[in-house]
């Protein structure tokens, strides 16, 4: 897991600042303080960052349940 009051936060503006498209994994990401959590993803927003959960970038990777992996990745978010 990354810090998102530091690591993340200083790798997302880098990449927004060279204009890279960024998405951060909300539910991959730690803080130290939970409450930072909120602040610095509503900041990511506002810069322009995409801030999503991982299953809802995987199932976008994915495309749809034609994939032959979609119905695997689907048994394992139900364990999750």
Do not use: H, M, N
């Amino acid at each position: 897991d990354w810090s998102s009051d530091v690591c993340s936060s200083d790798l997302a503006v880098a990449a927004l600042r060279v204009d890279l498209g960024v998405t951060l994994l909300a539910d991959a990401i730690t803080e130290r303080r939970p409450e930072d959590g909120a602040v610095c993803q509503a900041a990511w927003r506002q810069a322009g960052a995409a801030v999503l959960p991982v299953e809802t970038v995987f199932y976008a990777l994915l495309g749809d349940a034609q994939e032959p992996r979609f119905r695997a990745f689907t048994e394992l978010v139900k364990q999750a």
